[in-house]
């Protein structure tokens, strides 16, 4: 059983470009997650997919930033227009349906640098 | 604000001692989990304590949580040389939404 897929693991882009995140949850898990994690600190919680649905983008920016869970395929997490601050690391977690103490698996990560 | 904060923000200590770290939180918890990171590289999940528990052990790792402090410490014992890394705490709610520390830096020399 693949754990959690992302790609790329290095991704970089131009000022001005559109970044592309790819996550694909691990088999028989309905439920992801995205995470930035900018140099030497924690993760921050962006946004929370379930099929087809977004449940909770709290952390998102309200502009730029857009994620999709659709019924086939891997969830994308997608920047337009990426500025030298959205140089982070891009981690994906997925989970099967929450319930008290339910682990969530975080896959590699994707290194965005703006340039 | 970050829910979870580590303390000490860097530990190093030799091979074999052990090493141990504290995470405080600020508002009541569902859980509270640790998870390690190895440089440039995921988090792997390390231990999950549920609001109502005191003390879990898996393996080398020992861990408290203190919900009338509001923290948790986490122990490795006989700390070898893959233990360096970072260590986070993460807390949640709601069950989905996982608020990180900044992280413990431990490196073990040989």
């Known amino acids: 059983n693949a754990g959690v897929m992302q790609n790329p693991r290095h991704l970089v882009r131009r000022r001005g470009q559109e970044a592309r995140l790819r996550c694909s949850p691990m088999?028989?898990?309905?439920?992801v997650y995205w995470y930035r994690q900018l140099p030497e600190e924690g993760l921050k919680f962006m946004v929370y997919?379930?099929?087809?649905?977004?449940?909770?983008e709290s952390g998102m920016p309200k502009e730029r930033f857009s994620a999709e869970f659709p019924k086939e395929g891997p969830s994308i997490l997608r920047i337009q227009q990426v500025v030298r601050g959205d140089s982070a690391a891009y981690f994906c977690?997925?989970?099967?349906?929450?319930?008290?103490?339910?682990?969530?698996?975080f896959g590699q990560g994707t290194r965005l640098t703006v340039v | 604000s970050q829910q979870g904060e580590e303390d000490p923000q860097a530990l190093s200590i030799q091979e074999g001692e052990n090493a141990t770290m504290n995470c405080s939180y600020k508002?009541?918890?569902?859980?509270l989990q640790w998870y390690r990171q190895n440089s440039g590289r995921g988090l792997v999940h390390l231990i999950l304590i549920r609001s109502n528990e005191r003390e879990k052990h898996s393996g080398r790792l020992r861990v408290t949580l203190d919900t009338s402090k509001k923290s948790s410490s986490l122990l490795i014992t006989a700390s070898r040389a893959a233990d360096t890394a970072s260590y986070f705490c993460?807390?949640?709610?709601?069950?989905?939404?996982?608020?990180f520390g900044a992280g413990t830096t431990v490196t073990v020399r040989a």
């Open positions: 977690a997925s989970s099967p349906p929450r319930g008290a103490g339910t682990e969530a698996f």
């Open positions: 508002t009541s918890i569902n859980n």
């Open positions: 993460a807390t949640d709610k709601n069950d989905y939404k996982l608020s």
């Open positions: 088999k028989g898990h309905s439920h």
């Open positions: 997919l379930q099929k087809e649905n977004i449940i909770d």
